[in-house]
């Protein structure tokens, strides 16, 4: 028992540096930015969606692949952290239907589903933010300075059991993006 608690340690701290190693991240943030438009202000962002092969793989035998976008603003302050105005989360299914070999994204707050014929298309459409209502301008104060970010990542806790425990230990199972962040006004 120990010996097979030992090896299965072993296997995952040799797998770590290999994933942390590999190439470019699989989500990245490509740009974000957020107009005003009839007292609300709306974001715009292009996400940039890799699945790596583990993931793909099993998006292709039927596990579903949940994405979530998380947005965040702040309002700087002198002497402590920042205070945390307001959170918006966004959350994506992704799955593969084999027998009609179309992809379906659902937007899990919408409920709106679009199918794809293929993977690319999908990402592509999943990146694509275009005018996502993030907060009433009246909810601001005048002349304080507010400091939006986002990011993107897989949803570990959403995957099938078995593979959960993947995603809590190795990094191609858990994207995630770094924290895009800009001036909100």
């Known amino acids: 028992m120990r010996a097979l608690l030992l090896s299965c340690l072993l296997s995952v701290l040799v797998a770590l540096p290999i994933n942390a190693l590999s190439g470019d991240a699989p989500l990245k943030v490509r740009s974000a930015h957020t107009e005003l438009a009839n007292g609300?202000?709306?974001?715009?962002?292009?996400?940039?969606?890799?699945?790596?092969?583990?993931?793909?793989?099993?998006?292709?035998?039927?596990?579903k692949l949940t994405f979530e976008v998380q947005v965040e603003i702040s309002r700087g302050r002198d002497w402590i952290w920042d205070a945390t105005v307001a959170e918006l989360s966004q959350r994506y299914r992704l799955e593969y239907h084999a027998l009609s070999r179309l992809y379906v994204l659902t937007h899990l707050n919408t409920g709106v589903k679009r199918t794809f014929y293929r993977l690319e298309s999908a990402l592509f459409t999943l990146g694509e933010l275009d005018e996502l209502p993030l907060l009433d301008a009246s909810l601001l104060q005048d002349g304080q300075e507010y400091e939006a970010r986002v990011r993107a990542r897989l949803r570990v806790d959403a995957l099938p059991l078995p593979l959960r425990v993947r995603g809590y230990v190795m990094r191609d199972w858990s994207p995630v993006s770094d924290w895009y962040t800009w001036s909100l006004r």
């Open 40 to 63: 609300l202000y709306l974001l715009n962002a292009t996400i940039d969606y890799r699945l790596t092969p583990n993931l793909e793989e099993a998006l292709h035998n039927g596990v």
